[in-house]
């Protein structure tokens, strides 16, 4: 099949894997596309929204339809990183054995990751990075595709441990979740307090998630995008010639060359769910904001004067 017909394929492949997934989830679009376009870009997402939002349940349908493997992991301040990785044991045979964790799955949802120490945390960054895991001196390959998706929790910071800035960086998207509309909840309601339960059909393999994956880093881009993606995350950094009045005021660090990288590829994949061929510079907008807003660090002025992230990324297009 030709790129062409794949990209056509995939329009009409994605189209009904939203429709799959409404079937159990009102409403959030945005957000549902966001984690979509970070699973088939091959990226990881946080998810920052207050309790209630139904996260978990969004993470548990996606994977679901998209026929995944799925492990959730709630991260509590006594979480060894054995418990996500797993531990060597010794069996009735005095041989030692290794039992894999829940890190051994295609969906891993990390829940509340920010309640867990840092040894913990850090468990996570070989496997999100390498798609691999280190025990005992063994290197273990992870089934792909594999992706993290963490959820945070923007209130009660008491006794949290605030990811660091190079894990942040790990993620593609950080995606805030906003509480539902009026109609929404109505709609929330209405679905989630009756005896009726929806069945979430898997519409794909694995194996065609990766050949999407594929697909999307063949799209090819114009020069002319790429220096736009480049010059935007130039643009964050303070001590950058090109950096905005906004940045020099209000930001300590800005973005890394990991945030050009996954522009593009976003916009790749933002590009092909619209049946485009090749992404052109409304696409990097389009996942801009997800893709910069954990990875541009304020100072206090910022703080307090109210300066958010969006405003100061909105001014850099």
């Known amino acids: 099949m030709s790129d062409v017909a794949a990209v056509n394929q995939f329009v009409k492949r994605y189209k009904d894997l939203k429709t799959e997934i409404a079937k159990v989830i009102v409403g959030q679009e945005d957000v549902v596309n966001q984690i979509l376009i970070s699973i088939f870009s091959g990226g990881h997402s946080l998810l920052i929204g207050v309790p209630g939002l139904a996260k978990t349940l969004m993470v548990n349908t996606i994977a679901q339809a998209l026929g995944l493997d799925f492990k959730r992991i709630q991260f509590t301040p006594d979480l060894m990183p054995s ?18 964790g829940p890190v051994f799955a295609n969906i891993i949802l990390a829940d509340e990751i920010n309640r867990t120490p840092p040894k913990t945390q850090a468990a996570l960054l070989e496997a999100m990075q390498e798609r691999a895991v280190t025990v005992a001196g ?39 979740l906003n509480y539902p509309s009026f109609n929404e909840e109505v709609e929330v309601v209405k679905a989630t307090t009756t005896d ?15 050949d999407f994956q594929h697909l999307i880093r063949r799209i090819p881009v114009a020069d002319n995008v790429i220096e736009y993606a480049v010059t935007m995350v130039g643009k964050t950094r303070p001590d950058s010639k090109a950096a905005t009045d906004l940045v020099k005021t209000y930001i300590d660090w800005g973005a890394g060359p990991r945030a050009s990288q996954n522009l593009i590829l976003a916009a790749k994949t933002h590009a092909a769910i619209h049946g485009k061929f090749s992404p052109d510079i409304e696409n990097v907008q389009a996942v801009a904001h997800s893709i910069l807003r954990h ?10 004067e109210g300066i958010t992230e969006e405003q100061i990324i909105k001014d850099l297009f």
């Open 196 to 210: 009726q339960q929806s069945k979430i059909n898997a519409l794909f393999t694995a194996k065609e998630i990766v």
């Open 295 to 304: 990875r541009i660090i304020k100072n206090y002025k910022a703080e307090a």
């Open 83 to 100: 418990d996500i990785l797993g531990s060597e044991i010794l069996d009735e045979d005095r041989h030692f054995k290794f039992i894999k």
């Open 138 to 176: 063994h290197h273990y390959k992870l089934d792909l595709p594999y992706f993290v998706l963490a959820t945070q929790n923007p209130i009660e910071q008491e006794g949290t441990y605030p990811l660091p800035e190079a894990q942040l960086d790990r993620f593609m998207f950080a995606v805030n």
